[in-house]
């Protein structure tokens, strides 16, 4: 009986220093009892209390599979910290003229970026109504990609938010960018006088968007506005039991 006891308690956590003396003292059994219980009670709690796991999810990773498996009805708290940037390029161009960055470093909320007037690229965002840059979450079974970057139970999670889906599957994580596809030409190729306005006169041509828009669908470089992101939210998940 006394070993089965051990053994049952060593499966929800590693026998602690405590409970080795007391079992090495070879008490009466009336007497080992209680004292297991009780030594054991803070691995008790431990397994009994929500499980946590924590992921760094890359502002430049277009749908990142956790890998956690999320049961059908299960809720999980979801909660991040961190910051990113969605142009690095223009952070650099800031540093150089000194002027403050359009589109500077956001938190898990996301942001608005300052003065910019390019609005036809924000209907190709992952979650066109939501902040750029702020945390999403899906539960599914499918998998995510810039083939396939808006499925339909898309969750806005910011800085916490709880979640949970009817039928289960992988929690997937992104920051809310844009995504690209062939249909998107006139949104990247835009004026002159609108690149102007955009990008500062001159910056960028219209034969710049051209030929960068002629490899974009050459190499199905649909992904291209993640690949000059940078920065990381450190996400936190709790599940419920």
């Not at 929500?50 to 956790?66: D, I, Q």
């Not at 991040?80 to 969605?86: C, D, M, R, V």
């Not at 970057?149 to 898309?154: A, H």
Request: aromatic share 8%.
């Amino acid at each position: 009986m006394l070993k089965i006891l051990i053994e049952n308690l060593s499966k929800l956590s590693e026998v602690s220093e405590s409970l080795q003396k007391i079992i090495n003292l070879k008490l009466p059994l009336w007497m080992i009892i209680p004292l297991l219980f009780l030594s054991s009670f803070p691995s008790i709690q431990s397994y009994l209390s929500s499980r946590k796991e924590t992921v760094l999810l890359p502002a430049n990773k277009l749908w990142l599979n956790t890998g956690l498996e999320i049961k059908p009805g299960q809720e999980v708290k979801i909660t991040a910290t961190g910051s990113i940037n969605l142009a690095i390029h223009r952070l650099v161009e800031a540093a150089y003229t000194h002027k403050y960055p359009r589109l500077g470093w956001m938190e898990p909320e996301g942001g608005q970026p300052l003065g910019y007037k390019d609005l036809r690229i924000k209907q190709y965002l992952i979650s066109p109504d939501n902040n750029y840059g702020v945390l999403l979450a899906c539960i599914t079974t499918e998998d995510l990609s810039k083939t396939n970057p808006k499925p339909k139970n898309i969750s806005v999670i910011g800085r916490n938010a709880s979640i949970k889906s009817e039928k289960g599957g992988k929690l997937w994580l992104v920051v809310n960018d844009a995504v690209l596809n062939k249909d998107a030409e006139s949104a990247y190729i835009l004026s002159q006088k609108e690149l102007d306005e955009t990008y500062g006169s001159g910056k960028v041509t219209v034969k710049q968007r051209e030929d960068e828009w002629k490899r974009i669908v050459d190499d199905s470089y649909f992904e291209a506005y993640f690949d000059d992101n940078s920065g990381a939210f450190l996400v936190q998940i709790q599940f419920a039991q």
